[in-house]
Protein backbone atom coordinates (compact mmCIF):
# COMPACT_ATOMS: atom_id res chain seq x y z
CA UNK A 1 0.00 0.00 0.00
CA UNK A 2 2.90 2.16 0.89
CA UNK A 3 4.66 1.76 -2.85
CA UNK A 4 1.32 2.56 -4.48
CA UNK A 5 0.68 6.01 -2.18
CA UNK A 6 4.29 6.98 -3.28
CA UNK A 7 3.53 6.12 -6.79
CA UNK A 8 0.63 7.91 -6.73
CA UNK A 9 2.13 11.19 -5.16
CA UNK A 10 5.25 10.95 -7.39
CA UNK A 11 2.44 10.63 -10.67
CA UNK A 12 0.74 13.21 -9.22
CA UNK A 13 3.78 15.86 -8.99
CA UNK A 14 4.73 14.70 -12.68
CA UNK A 15 1.30 15.87 -13.54
CA UNK A 16 1.15 19.27 -11.96
CA UNK A 17 4.70 19.73 -13.17
CA UNK A 18 3.60 18.76 -16.59
CA UNK A 19 0.43 21.23 -16.98
CA UNK A 20 2.61 24.19 -15.30
CA UNK A 21 1.91 26.33 -12.62
CA UNK A 22 -0.92 28.27 -12.36
CA UNK A 23 -0.32 31.97 -12.78
CA UNK A 24 -2.00 34.11 -9.81
CA UNK A 25 -0.23 36.94 -11.50
CA UNK A 26 0.62 37.86 -14.86
CA UNK A 27 3.44 39.16 -15.82
CA UNK A 28 3.89 43.29 -15.67
CA UNK A 29 5.95 45.66 -16.30
CA UNK A 30 8.12 47.38 -13.21
CA UNK A 31 10.99 50.33 -14.33
CA UNK A 32 13.34 48.94 -12.16
CA UNK A 33 16.41 50.77 -10.93
CA UNK A 34 17.20 53.32 -13.29
CA UNK A 35 16.95 57.09 -12.86
CA UNK A 36 18.64 59.06 -15.16
CA UNK A 37 18.56 59.03 -19.00
CA UNK A 38 22.34 57.47 -19.11
CA UNK A 39 20.99 53.80 -19.34
CA UNK A 40 17.42 52.03 -20.09
CA UNK A 41 16.08 48.38 -18.43
CA UNK A 42 12.86 47.22 -17.74
CA UNK A 43 11.80 44.48 -14.59
CA UNK A 44 9.04 42.13 -15.70
CA UNK A 45 7.24 40.51 -12.29
CA UNK A 46 4.64 37.80 -12.22
CA UNK A 47 3.44 35.19 -9.45
CA UNK A 48 2.39 31.52 -9.72
CA UNK A 49 1.24 28.93 -7.00
CA UNK A 50 4.19 26.82 -5.37
CA UNK A 51 5.10 24.68 -8.60
CA UNK A 52 8.60 25.26 -9.28
CA UNK A 53 9.11 25.68 -12.76
CA UNK A 54 12.20 27.32 -15.14
CA UNK A 55 11.48 30.85 -16.84
CA UNK A 56 12.98 33.12 -19.54
CA UNK A 57 11.75 36.15 -20.77
CA UNK A 58 13.11 37.63 -24.27
CA UNK A 59 12.31 41.04 -26.18
CA UNK A 60 13.73 42.25 -29.54
CA UNK A 61 12.28 45.34 -31.79
CA UNK A 62 11.47 43.28 -34.55
CA UNK A 63 9.02 41.14 -33.15
CA UNK A 64 11.82 38.27 -33.16
CA UNK A 65 12.47 37.71 -36.61
CA UNK A 66 16.24 38.62 -35.78
CA UNK A 67 17.48 36.45 -33.68
CA UNK A 68 20.68 38.22 -33.30
CA UNK A 69 18.87 41.50 -31.66
CA UNK A 70 16.54 39.27 -28.87
CA UNK A 71 17.44 40.16 -25.28
CA UNK A 72 17.38 37.06 -23.38
CA UNK A 73 16.80 37.03 -19.08
CA UNK A 74 16.89 34.34 -17.00
CA UNK A 75 14.00 34.84 -14.06
CA UNK A 76 14.79 34.84 -10.44
CA UNK A 77 11.95 33.71 -7.99
CA UNK A 78 11.31 33.79 -3.97
CA UNK A 79 9.17 31.81 -2.22
CA UNK A 80 6.11 33.87 -0.37
CA UNK A 81 4.81 31.46 2.82
CA UNK A 82 1.69 33.65 4.04
CA UNK A 83 -1.23 32.12 5.86
CA UNK A 84 0.32 28.69 4.89
CA UNK A 85 0.03 28.90 1.05
CA UNK A 86 3.32 28.98 -1.07
CA UNK A 87 3.71 31.27 -4.06
CA UNK A 88 6.56 31.89 -6.21
CA UNK A 89 7.03 35.44 -7.18
CA UNK A 90 9.59 35.87 -9.85
CA UNK A 91 11.84 38.64 -11.46
CA UNK A 92 13.31 38.75 -14.73
CA UNK A 93 15.40 41.56 -15.85
CA UNK A 94 16.01 43.44 -19.26
CA UNK A 95 18.84 45.57 -19.19
CA UNK A 96 20.58 47.41 -22.38
CA UNK A 97 17.64 48.18 -23.42
CA UNK A 98 17.42 51.54 -26.38
CA UNK A 99 15.22 54.69 -25.61
CA UNK A 100 12.41 55.65 -27.82
CA UNK A 101 12.05 52.27 -28.65
CA UNK A 102 9.01 49.43 -28.65
CA UNK A 103 10.05 46.12 -27.64
CA UNK A 104 8.07 43.01 -28.17
CA UNK A 105 8.80 40.54 -25.27
CA UNK A 106 7.30 37.25 -24.33
CA UNK A 107 7.55 35.14 -20.61
CA UNK A 108 8.44 31.50 -21.05
CA UNK A 109 7.66 28.59 -18.85
CA UNK A 110 9.86 25.43 -20.14
CA UNK A 111 9.58 26.61 -23.48
CA UNK A 112 6.14 27.32 -23.50
CA UNK A 113 5.31 31.23 -23.69
CA UNK A 114 2.92 31.98 -21.49
CA UNK A 115 2.61 36.25 -21.80
CA UNK A 116 3.45 38.24 -24.65
CA UNK A 117 3.02 42.40 -24.88
CA UNK A 118 4.76 45.12 -25.91
CA UNK A 119 6.66 47.99 -24.07
CA UNK A 120 7.96 51.03 -25.06
CA UNK A 121 11.27 52.69 -23.23
CA UNK A 122 11.35 55.63 -22.01
CA UNK A 123 11.94 58.61 -23.65
CA UNK A 124 15.14 61.55 -24.22
CA UNK A 125 12.88 63.78 -26.23
CA UNK A 126 11.69 66.95 -24.80
CA UNK A 127 7.94 65.86 -24.33
CA UNK A 128 6.36 63.51 -22.22
CA UNK A 129 2.27 61.74 -21.53
CA UNK A 130 1.44 60.49 -18.13
CA UNK A 131 -1.40 59.95 -15.61
CA UNK A 132 -1.11 60.37 -12.11
CA UNK A 133 -3.73 59.36 -9.62
CA UNK A 134 -3.79 58.01 -6.04
CA UNK A 135 -6.49 56.45 -3.15
CA UNK A 136 -7.73 53.67 -6.03
CA UNK A 137 -7.14 50.23 -5.48
CA UNK A 138 -10.13 49.95 -3.70
CA UNK A 139 -11.92 46.76 -5.74
CA UNK A 140 -14.31 49.14 -7.01
CA UNK A 141 -16.51 49.31 -10.97
CA UNK A 142 -15.35 52.71 -10.86
CA UNK A 143 -11.71 51.92 -10.39
CA UNK A 144 -12.35 49.93 -13.36
CA UNK A 145 -13.77 52.79 -15.16
CA UNK A 146 -11.07 54.82 -14.90
CA UNK A 147 -8.78 52.20 -15.87
CA UNK A 148 -10.07 51.72 -19.29
CA UNK A 149 -9.75 55.43 -19.37
CA UNK A 150 -6.44 55.56 -18.80
CA UNK A 151 -5.84 52.77 -21.28
CA UNK A 152 -7.92 55.35 -24.15
CA UNK A 153 -5.55 57.98 -23.78
CA UNK A 154 -2.15 56.04 -23.70
CA UNK A 155 0.28 57.65 -20.91
CA UNK A 156 3.49 56.75 -21.29
CA UNK A 157 4.19 55.77 -17.89
CA UNK A 158 1.71 56.12 -14.51
CA UNK A 159 3.15 57.53 -11.22
CA UNK A 160 0.96 56.94 -8.33
CA UNK A 161 0.09 59.02 -5.04
CA UNK A 162 -0.73 56.29 -2.65
CA UNK A 163 -3.01 53.92 -1.28
CA UNK A 164 -2.18 51.99 -4.21
CA UNK A 165 -4.44 48.70 -2.28
CA UNK A 166 -7.23 48.82 0.64
CA UNK A 167 -7.16 48.09 3.85
CA UNK A 168 -4.13 47.44 4.69
CA UNK A 169 -1.59 47.14 1.75
CA UNK A 170 -1.74 43.23 2.11
CA UNK A 171 -0.45 40.85 -0.60
CA UNK A 172 -3.84 39.44 -0.93
CA UNK A 173 -5.19 42.54 -1.85
CA UNK A 174 -2.77 43.47 -4.34
CA UNK A 175 -4.10 40.45 -5.94
CA UNK A 176 -7.31 41.36 -5.35
CA UNK A 177 -7.91 45.02 -5.85
CA UNK A 178 -4.93 46.11 -8.24
CA UNK A 179 -3.51 43.29 -10.42
CA UNK A 180 -7.27 42.01 -11.52
CA UNK A 181 -8.14 45.69 -12.91
CA UNK A 182 -5.31 47.24 -14.43
CA UNK A 183 -4.23 43.71 -15.96
CA UNK A 184 -7.79 43.22 -17.42
CA UNK A 185 -7.78 42.03 -21.17
CA UNK A 186 -11.71 43.09 -20.66
CA UNK A 187 -12.80 46.60 -20.58
CA UNK A 188 -15.75 46.42 -19.01
CA UNK A 189 -13.30 45.28 -15.71
CA UNK A 190 -10.21 47.47 -16.18
CA UNK A 191 -7.73 47.30 -19.01
CA UNK A 192 -4.27 45.96 -19.77
CA UNK A 193 -2.23 48.75 -18.53
CA UNK A 194 0.27 47.00 -16.51
CA UNK A 195 1.80 45.10 -18.97
CA UNK A 196 2.08 47.70 -21.43
CA UNK A 197 3.34 50.42 -18.83
CA UNK A 198 5.08 50.76 -15.80
CA UNK A 199 3.48 52.33 -12.69
CA UNK A 200 5.54 54.68 -10.24
CA UNK A 201 4.13 53.53 -7.12
CA UNK A 202 3.88 56.11 -3.84
CA UNK A 203 3.45 55.02 -0.31
CA UNK A 204 0.20 56.01 0.91
CA UNK A 205 -1.27 55.09 4.54
CA UNK A 206 -2.99 52.13 3.89
CA UNK A 207 -0.02 50.56 1.73
CA UNK A 208 1.38 50.20 5.38
CA UNK A 209 -1.14 50.53 7.94
CA UNK A 210 -0.48 46.43 8.90
CA UNK A 211 2.92 46.15 9.83
CA UNK A 212 2.86 43.32 12.29
CA UNK A 213 4.07 39.80 10.14
CA UNK A 214 2.42 38.01 13.21
CA UNK A 215 -0.80 39.25 12.96
CA UNK A 216 -0.33 39.87 8.99
CA UNK A 217 1.89 37.73 7.13
CA UNK A 218 1.32 39.37 3.96
CA UNK A 219 2.22 43.41 4.77
CA UNK A 220 4.18 45.64 2.94
CA UNK A 221 3.61 43.78 -0.25
CA UNK A 222 4.30 47.17 -2.07
CA UNK A 223 8.33 45.85 -1.91
CA UNK A 224 7.05 42.38 -3.29
CA UNK A 225 5.37 44.15 -6.41
CA UNK A 226 7.52 47.17 -6.46
CA UNK A 227 10.65 47.20 -8.46
CA UNK A 228 11.61 50.97 -8.55
CA UNK A 229 15.41 53.30 -8.53
CA UNK A 230 17.56 52.56 -5.27
CA UNK A 231 18.63 56.42 -5.83
CA UNK A 232 18.11 57.66 -2.52
CA UNK A 233 18.98 57.53 1.03
CA UNK A 234 17.61 55.39 3.51
CA UNK A 235 16.32 58.11 5.86
CA UNK A 236 16.15 57.80 10.22
CA UNK A 237 12.78 57.68 10.24
CA UNK A 238 11.28 54.82 7.62
CA UNK A 239 8.44 52.56 7.48
CA UNK A 240 9.79 49.56 10.17
CA UNK A 241 8.52 46.03 9.71
CA UNK A 242 7.47 44.12 13.00
CA UNK A 243 7.14 40.57 14.44
CA UNK A 244 8.98 37.39 14.93
CA UNK A 245 12.50 38.03 14.06
CA UNK A 246 12.26 34.99 11.55
CA UNK A 247 9.41 36.50 9.82
CA UNK A 248 11.44 39.66 9.77
CA UNK A 249 14.54 37.83 8.42
CA UNK A 250 12.56 36.22 5.54
CA UNK A 251 10.81 39.20 4.40
CA UNK A 252 13.87 41.44 4.40
CA UNK A 253 15.70 38.67 2.34
CA UNK A 254 12.74 38.53 0.20
CA UNK A 255 12.63 42.54 -0.64
CA UNK A 256 16.62 43.09 -0.84
CA UNK A 257 17.49 45.62 -1.59
CA UNK A 258 14.11 47.54 -1.79
CA UNK A 259 13.00 47.29 1.31
CA UNK A 260 13.11 50.16 2.16
CA UNK A 261 15.18 51.93 -0.24
CA UNK A 262 12.65 52.46 -2.67
CA UNK A 263 10.14 54.61 -0.34
CA UNK A 264 11.98 57.61 -1.79
CA UNK A 265 13.67 58.02 -5.50
CA UNK A 266 13.52 60.06 -8.40
CA UNK A 267 13.54 59.27 -11.80
CA UNK A 268 13.31 61.26 -15.53
CA UNK A 269 11.47 60.87 -18.49
CA UNK A 270 11.74 62.75 -21.32
CA UNK A 271 11.87 66.33 -19.96
CA UNK A 272 10.19 65.71 -16.69
CA UNK A 273 12.35 65.32 -13.46
CA UNK A 274 10.02 63.80 -10.92
CA UNK A 275 10.55 63.08 -7.28
CA UNK A 276 8.57 60.11 -5.37
CA UNK A 277 8.45 61.18 -1.55
CA UNK A 278 7.29 59.04 1.57
CA UNK A 279 4.90 61.34 3.29
CA UNK A 280 3.93 59.39 6.20
CA UNK A 281 3.05 60.17 9.82
CA UNK A 282 6.44 58.34 10.62
CA UNK A 283 8.73 60.50 8.48
CA UNK A 284 10.58 63.69 9.61
CA UNK A 285 10.65 65.83 6.27
CA UNK A 286 13.34 67.83 7.17
CA UNK A 287 15.79 64.52 7.49
CA UNK A 288 19.10 65.75 7.18
CA UNK A 289 19.88 62.74 4.43
CA UNK A 290 16.88 63.26 2.43
CA UNK A 291 17.05 67.14 2.39
CA UNK A 292 20.85 67.25 1.77
CA UNK A 293 19.42 64.54 -1.42
CA UNK A 294 17.04 66.81 -2.67
CA UNK A 295 19.09 69.60 -2.42
CA UNK A 296 20.74 67.15 -4.85
CA UNK A 297 18.67 65.62 -7.01
CA UNK A 298 16.76 68.34 -7.78
CA UNK A 299 19.30 71.20 -7.50
CA UNK A 300 21.49 69.55 -10.42
CA UNK A 301 18.45 68.56 -12.20
CA UNK A 302 18.66 70.09 -15.85
CA UNK A 303 14.88 69.23 -16.90
CA UNK A 304 12.54 71.73 -18.09
CA UNK A 305 9.79 70.35 -15.60
CA UNK A 306 10.49 69.22 -11.80
CA UNK A 307 7.43 67.46 -10.46
CA UNK A 308 7.47 66.29 -6.41
CA UNK A 309 4.82 63.44 -5.81
CA UNK A 310 4.19 62.13 -2.38
CA UNK A 311 0.50 60.88 -0.44
CA UNK A 312 0.01 63.31 2.61
CA UNK A 313 -1.22 66.98 1.22
CA UNK A 314 0.46 69.98 2.43
CA UNK A 315 -2.16 72.15 0.73
CA UNK A 316 -5.75 71.38 0.84
CA UNK A 317 -9.15 72.75 1.45
CA UNK A 318 -11.40 69.70 2.03
CA UNK A 319 -12.55 68.83 5.37
CA UNK A 320 -11.34 65.45 5.40
CA UNK A 321 -6.96 65.55 6.44
CA UNK A 322 -7.20 69.42 6.81
CA UNK A 323 -4.87 69.16 9.89
CA UNK A 324 -1.93 66.91 9.02
CA UNK A 325 -0.07 69.60 6.96
CA UNK A 326 3.57 68.68 8.03
CA UNK A 327 4.69 68.43 3.93
CA UNK A 328 4.24 72.13 4.20
CA UNK A 329 7.79 72.14 5.58
CA UNK A 330 9.59 71.47 2.36
CA UNK A 331 7.90 74.08 0.61
CA UNK A 332 10.82 76.83 0.97
CA UNK A 333 13.02 74.39 -0.41
CA UNK A 334 10.86 73.30 -3.48
CA UNK A 335 10.56 77.07 -4.20
CA UNK A 336 14.43 77.25 -3.89
CA UNK A 337 14.91 74.26 -6.25
CA UNK A 338 12.75 75.47 -9.05
CA UNK A 339 9.72 72.74 -8.28
CA UNK A 340 6.93 73.61 -10.76
CA UNK A 341 4.18 71.15 -9.59
CA UNK A 342 3.20 68.96 -6.38
CA UNK A 343 0.93 65.99 -6.82
CA UNK A 344 -0.66 64.57 -3.90
CA UNK A 345 -3.84 62.19 -2.41
CA UNK A 346 -4.65 60.76 0.38
CA UNK A 347 -8.05 63.39 0.21
CA UNK A 348 -10.73 61.12 -2.05
CA UNK A 349 -11.29 64.16 -4.43
CA UNK A 350 -9.73 66.92 -6.60
CA UNK A 351 -7.92 70.07 -5.90
CA UNK A 352 -6.01 72.75 -7.49
CA UNK A 353 -4.43 75.52 -5.70
CA UNK A 354 -2.97 78.82 -7.61
CA UNK A 355 0.81 78.89 -7.71
CA UNK A 356 1.85 79.95 -4.37
CA UNK A 357 4.95 80.38 -2.05
CA UNK A 358 4.66 79.65 1.67
CA UNK A 359 6.93 80.56 4.37
CA UNK A 360 6.33 78.28 7.79
CA UNK A 361 6.25 80.40 10.95
CA UNK A 362 9.57 79.80 13.02
CA UNK A 363 10.26 80.59 17.17
CA UNK A 364 11.23 83.42 18.24
CA UNK A 365 15.28 82.78 17.18
CA UNK A 366 14.46 81.33 13.57
CA UNK A 367 15.98 78.38 14.01
CA UNK A 368 12.96 75.72 14.67
CA UNK A 369 9.75 75.59 12.73
CA UNK A 370 6.34 75.56 15.16
CA UNK A 371 4.42 72.63 14.71
CA UNK A 372 0.64 72.22 16.42
CA UNK A 373 0.09 68.54 18.02
CA UNK A 374 -2.10 67.62 15.27
CA UNK A 375 0.48 68.56 12.67
CA UNK A 376 -0.55 71.82 11.56
CA UNK A 377 1.81 74.83 10.31
CA UNK A 378 0.81 78.04 10.18
CA UNK A 379 3.14 80.67 8.26
CA UNK A 380 2.66 83.22 5.17
CA UNK A 381 1.00 83.06 1.90
CA UNK A 382 1.98 84.60 -1.17
CA UNK A 383 -1.13 83.35 -3.74
CA UNK A 384 -0.84 84.35 -6.96
CA UNK A 385 -4.16 85.01 -8.25
CA UNK A 386 -3.81 86.13 -11.73
CA UNK A 387 -2.61 82.98 -12.86
CA UNK A 388 -5.88 81.31 -14.74
CA UNK A 389 -3.78 78.31 -17.33
CA UNK A 390 -5.52 80.21 -20.09
CA UNK A 391 -4.46 83.91 -20.41
CA UNK A 392 -1.82 83.96 -17.95
CA UNK A 393 0.29 80.58 -17.83
CA UNK A 394 3.42 81.62 -16.47
CA UNK A 395 3.01 81.06 -12.86
CA UNK A 396 4.88 82.68 -9.90
CA UNK A 397 4.92 80.04 -7.14
CA UNK A 398 3.99 76.08 -7.06
CA UNK A 399 0.72 74.47 -8.23
CA UNK A 400 -0.35 72.21 -5.81
CA UNK A 401 -2.55 69.03 -7.18
CA UNK A 402 -4.98 66.58 -4.89
CA UNK A 403 -5.84 63.85 -7.02
CA UNK A 404 -7.12 61.29 -4.62
CA UNK A 405 -10.29 60.12 -6.21
CA UNK A 406 -8.99 57.33 -8.30
CA UNK A 407 -11.24 54.37 -7.22
CA UNK A 408 -11.65 54.45 -3.29
CA UNK A 409 -15.50 56.10 -1.82
CA UNK A 410 -15.28 60.02 -1.99
CA UNK A 411 -14.38 62.51 0.34
CA UNK A 412 -16.87 65.90 1.46
CA UNK A 413 -19.03 65.74 -1.32
CA UNK A 414 -20.71 68.68 -0.19
CA UNK A 415 -17.78 70.96 -0.82
CA UNK A 416 -17.97 70.44 -4.83
CA UNK A 417 -17.25 74.01 -6.40
CA UNK A 418 -18.26 75.78 -3.05
CA UNK A 419 -15.41 78.18 -2.10
CA UNK A 420 -17.54 79.53 0.42
CA UNK A 421 -17.18 75.99 2.61
CA UNK A 422 -13.57 75.25 1.98
CA UNK A 423 -12.73 78.65 4.29
CA UNK A 424 -10.66 77.36 7.16
CA UNK A 425 -8.90 79.75 10.51
CA UNK A 426 -7.29 80.96 11.75
CA UNK A 427 -5.32 83.00 8.14
CA UNK A 428 -2.16 82.05 9.08
CA UNK A 429 -3.01 78.43 8.79
CA UNK A 430 -5.44 78.65 5.27
CA UNK A 431 -5.93 81.30 2.64
CA UNK A 432 -7.85 81.29 -0.40
CA UNK A 433 -5.36 78.99 -2.20
CA UNK A 434 -7.67 76.80 -3.87
CA UNK A 435 -8.89 77.38 -7.11
CA UNK A 436 -10.99 74.28 -8.20
CA UNK A 437 -12.34 71.35 -5.95
CA UNK A 438 -14.15 68.95 -7.57
CA UNK A 439 -15.59 66.45 -5.05
CA UNK A 440 -18.64 64.91 -6.29
CA UNK A 441 -17.07 62.35 -9.18
CA UNK A 442 -14.04 60.39 -8.95
CA UNK A 443 -11.09 61.20 -11.80
CA UNK A 444 -7.76 61.14 -12.67
CA UNK A 445 -4.65 63.77 -13.20
CA UNK A 446 -3.40 63.22 -17.31
CA UNK A 447 -0.57 65.52 -17.75
CA UNK A 448 1.34 66.25 -21.18
CA UNK A 449 4.72 68.04 -21.16
CA UNK A 450 6.16 69.76 -25.23
CA UNK A 451 9.46 71.56 -24.31
CA UNK A 452 8.63 74.16 -22.46
CA UNK A 453 4.74 74.10 -21.99
CA UNK A 454 2.70 71.82 -19.94
CA UNK A 455 -1.01 70.81 -19.78
CA UNK A 456 -2.80 69.30 -17.24
CA UNK A 457 -5.94 67.97 -17.29
CA UNK A 458 -8.24 65.95 -14.63
CA UNK A 459 -10.58 63.76 -16.28
CA UNK A 460 -13.77 62.10 -14.79
CA UNK A 461 -15.35 58.89 -15.38
CA UNK A 462 -17.52 59.71 -18.08
CA UNK A 463 -14.36 61.02 -19.94
CA UNK A 464 -15.26 64.55 -19.35
CA UNK A 465 -12.62 67.29 -18.45
CA UNK A 466 -13.81 68.84 -15.47
CA UNK A 467 -10.19 70.90 -14.87
CA UNK A 468 -7.74 72.34 -17.71
CA UNK A 469 -4.21 74.56 -16.83
CA UNK A 470 -1.46 75.16 -19.69
CA UNK A 471 1.83 76.42 -17.74
CA UNK A 472 4.92 77.71 -19.39
CA UNK A 473 7.91 78.71 -18.97
Same mark, same amino acid.
Given at each position: ???????????????? $???????????????????????????????????????????????????????????????????????? $????????????????????????????????????????????????????????????????????????????????????????? $???????????????????????????????????????????????????????????????????????????????????????????????????????????????????????????????????????????????????? $????????????????????????????????????????????????????????????????????????????????????????????????????????????????????????????????????????????????????
Amino acid at each position: MKIHLQLICSLLFATQ $LLCGQELLVKPYLQPGNVSTLSREEKVLIWQTDSVPATYTVEASVQNFSDSKKIIKAKASNVELKLKGKTTR $LYRAVLKGLQFDTVYYYKVMMNEKMISQDTFRTRTKKPSTRFVVLGDFGAGTTQQATIANLIAQRQPQFIVTTGDNVYQNGLEEEYRKN $LFPYYLSPEANQGASLMSKIPLYMVLGNHDVRSDSLDKNPGSFAYFYYSDLPLNAPVTERTATIRGSSELVKTFKKNTRPRFPRISNFSFDYGNVHMVCLDANDYVNPLDAQLVTWLRTDLGQSNAEWKIVTFHHPGFNSSIAHYEYQ $LMRLLSPLFEQLGVNLVVTGHVHNYQRSVPLFFSPKTNEAGDQYIISPEGKIDGTFKLDTLFDGINKTKPEGIIYIVTGAGGAPLYDKKLNEKPELWRHEPPENWAPFTKELVSDRHSFTLIQTQNKVLILQQIDLNGEIIDQIKVTK
